[in-house]
Nanobody, 129 residues
Framework: QVQLVESGGGLVQAGGSLRLSCVPS????????MGWFRQAPGKEREFVAA????????YYADSVKGRFTISRDNAKNTMYLQMNSLKPEDTAVYYC??????????????????????WGQGTQVTVSS
């Protein structure tokens, strides 16, 4: 069974940092575009960041631009989300996702949940004020 497993979430004070990791099991996603989404209580899941299969193109939501960095290490089959200068409004469950569809990689593609056919179970990030 193919799974994406997120880790690295936790409780941090405002201004602090966390690094999330996403590791697939059951198959490799080194040839897949990947992304991070988040869902806060009572809100819809929203796009956070995405990275192309080769790692050369990244996209970010305006709310995290300049604070979060998405990266991947295909040799380790792992994707990361470095989150700095965290704010209470960043509190959410963070999900990693992978796309095997090989769509044309543009911001509109990267932001769309329908682009991704594999999802993790999520990791909780809580930022206290």
């Amino acid at each position: 069974q193919v799974q994406l497993v997120e880790s690295g979430g936790g409780l941090v004070q405002a201004g602090g940092s966390l690094r999330l990791s996403c590791v697939p099991s059951g198959r490799t996603f080194s040839g897949s575009d990947m992304g991070w989404f988040r869902q806060a209580p009572g809100k819809e899941r929203e796009f956070v960041a995405a990275i192309s299969r080769g790692g050369g193109t990244t996209y970010y939501a305006d709310s995290v631009k300049g604070r979060f960095t998405i990266s991947r290490d295909n040799a380790k089959n792992t994707m990361y989300l470095q989150m700095n200068s965290l704010k209470p409004e960043d509190t959410a469950v963070y999900y990693c996702a992978a796309s095997t569809l090989r769509l044309l990689w543009k911001i509109i593609t990267a932001q769309a949940m329908g682009t991704y056919d594999y999802w993790g179970q999520g990791t909780q990030v809580t930022v206290s004020s």
